[in-house]
């Protein structure tokens, strides 16, 4: 059996002091400021994203990491992305920084394809103007374990968490060369939602973990059993139509016509399907695959409103299960409702994170983009 040795890239994490104006900055983030002094805290600066392509095939645009820049401060820093025990840190800073060519490539060492990856580089200079990181500073106890842990060297991979539009695909002619996310101003979402301390992701010498952002309108439309269903996020019960076709095409096919009973959430539309579904036995996994994208997206709804719930302090840690039994035995409406009550008392109790942009129900995703060794690629 072969084994492979990649050699990663240096942490590019540093210990840093924070200047006088500065320490005015992170005091403004205390409840009690005149309880803490400079040397209660410990400050770091590393790179939290960057515009080039990562094994996935995606990447940031420098539109997008601007919008990062201006909307992580205040932000907590997170342990692996987990939603709902309070964070270990606070960013107060952040910057892009602009680097060569030959310093990207040095920083995304382990890229098993150095040549490609400078191509690569050249081509994404020629679009962005540059090659650009996400530079942030962050400040956490110094008596926290993990402080003690990051400045050993133990744990110094990092990773964005965020909400953006849908990643839209570069061509050439018709190759895929990679997927962005691109700023494009005006009411388009773009915001950087918390970084996170984490073990490993798909990003060369760095890495990267997407989580679906929950909670905003999608239309997606899909056929199944030759029929075309539409299915709106904002609407439960187009949904629910697509459901209900599945089960009872599964279950009893000589008995959907005028079987379907009236759902929790009041869904009539499956009933103009049921004589189709008679003839198309045979699609039968494609219902299964509706019905699961169907529940993935109750099942991301309900866990962002567990998330939002725990950084409002509203849900205790025990109380967790407890609660998502309850919401996912919810309408989705009410659901979405919960949720927007959990923000405003989040916002309201962190009036420093900023206004959040406006939602206005355009399609929409959030993205985990993991740095390896403090730096993303």
């Not at 599945?246 to 079987?259: D, F, I």
Request: without cysteine.
């Amino acid at each position: 059996m072969l084994k492979r040795v990649i050699e990663y890239a240096i942490p590019q994490i540093k210990a840093v002091k924070a200047t006088d104006e500065e320490w005015e900055l992170i005091k403004s983030f205390m409840v009690d400021p005149e309880g803490f002094s400079p040397e209660d805290v410990k400050t770091f600066k590393f790179h939290l994203a960057h515009n080039f392509v990562d094994r996935d095939g995606e990447r940031f645009t420098i539109g997008t990491l601007n919008q990062f820049a201006k909307t992580i401060v205040g932000k907590e820093f997170l342990i692996a992305h987990e939603w709902g025990p309070p964070g270990e840190g606070k960013f107060y800073g952040a910057e892009l920084s602009r680097v060569s060519i030959d310093e990207a490539a040095a920083i995304a060492s382990d890229h098993p394809d150095q040549e490609g990856l400078r191509k690569q580089l050249e081509k994404i200079a020629g679009i962005d103007g540059g090659i650009a990181f996400l530079d942030v500073k962050m400040y956490m106890l110094a008596d926290s374990p993990w402080a003690r842990k990051i400045g050993a060297g133990i744990n110094t991979h990092v990773s964005i968490g965020f909400s953006a539009g849908r990643a839209v695909e570069v061509m050439d002619g018709e190759t895929v060369l990679w997927r962005e996310y691109k700023y494009q101003g005006g009411a388009k979402r773009t915001e950087a939602l918390e970084g996170s301390l984490v073990f490993l992701g798909s990003q060369y010498g760095a890495g990267s973990k997407k989580q679906p952002d929950e909670g905003d309108s999608e239309m997606i439309e899909i056929k199944v059993f030759g029929k075309e269903f539409k299915l709106d996020s904002e609407k439960p019960e187009s949904l629910k139509a697509l459901t209900d076709a599945a089960e009872g095409m599964q279950a009893k096919v000589t008995e959907v016509e005028g079987k379907i009973a009236e759902s929790e959430k009041n869904l009539k539309a499956a009933t103009d399907e049921l004589e189709a579904l008679k003839t198309a036995v045979g699609d039968v996994e494609k219902a299964k695959a509706a019905v699961a994208l169907a529940g993935e997206y109750v099942d991301s709804l309900v866990e962002e409103t567990l998330k939002m719930g725990g950084l409002a302090g509203l849900i205790e840690q025990d109380k967790v299960e407890e609660r998502r039994a309850a919401l996912k035995a919810s309408p989705v409406a009410q659901i979405k409702e919960r949720l927007e009550e959990y923000q405003k008392v989040f916002k309201a109790k962190h009036p420093q994170a900023g206004e959040l942009p406006e939602n206005t129900g355009e399609p929409e995703k959030k993205e985990a983009k993991i740095v390896f060794g403090g730096q993303g690629w």
